[in-house]
């Protein structure tokens, strides 16, 4: 049993029962989770930006950083445990923080790239707690995969 903590661009899968996967503050960044319950495993990967073209380099050895290369990654551990593309996909952030005139607008890039590269996988999130202008922290339990969302100024909810 562990918490796995994940921070920017890290990705994990687990079927351990006890493991939870963390991930905190996220901002303009996207938790993107999987579920399986067919085997009961669950991953998680935190993206940092839509596109790793910017970075071929940091994509080669932090592939979690982007939304290409992390979705691919994060199937690929998922795949690992046993899981065959029946996924439950659920996401969490892409809010617009620290950035006032939406110049960037990189909560909203990330979320579509997101979604784009999951369709190309036949996946779509079942729920989502997207955009928004506030930092959540999310995680979920193998043995309960129910995402829980806090803000320290909202609580906690589940989607």
Same mark, same amino acid.
């Given at each position: ?8 661009? =890290?990705?994990?899968?687990? !079927?351990? $029962?006890?493991?939870? +996967? *963390?991930t ?9 989770? +999987?579920?399986d ?14 596109? &790793?073209?910017?970075?071929? =380099? !940091?994509?080669?050895?932090k #592939?979690?950083?982007? /939304? =290409?290369?992390?979705?691919? /990654? ?5 795949? !690992? ?5 029946? +996924?439950?996909? !659920?996401?969490?952030?892409? /809010?617009q923080?620290?950035? #006032?005139?939406?110049?960037?607008n990189?909560? *909203?890039?990330?979320?579509? /790239?997101? %979604? %784009? ?27 309960? $995969?129910?995402?829980?969302? &806090?803000n #320290? ?7």
């Open positions: 049993m562990a918490q796995i903590v994940l921070g920017l661009g =890290d990705y994990a899968a687990s !079927k351990t $029962p006890g493991d939870i +996967l *963390k905190y503050a996220l901002g303009s960044c996207v938790a993107v989770i +999987l579920i319950r067919t085997i009961g495993a669950v991953g998680m990967a935190h993206i940092v930006l839509p596109n &790793s073209s910017i970075d071929l =380099d !940091k994509s080669r050895t #592939p979690g950083y982007f /939304a =290409d290369s992390g979705i691919a /990654a994060l199937i690929r551990e998922m795949q !690992k445990l046993g899981s065959t593309h029946r +996924l439950i996909v !659920k996401l969490v952030g892409g /809010a923080v620290a950035d #006032p005139n939406q110049t960037f990189v909560g *909203k890039r990330n979320i579509l /790239a997101v %979604k %784009k590269i999951l369709w190309s996988y036949r996946l779509g999130a079942l729920s989502e707690e997207v955009g928004g202008s506030t930092s959540r922290t999310v995680s979920v339990a193998v043995d309960d $995969p129910r995402v829980i969302i &806090s #320290p100024g909202q609580g906690n909810w589940e989607i």
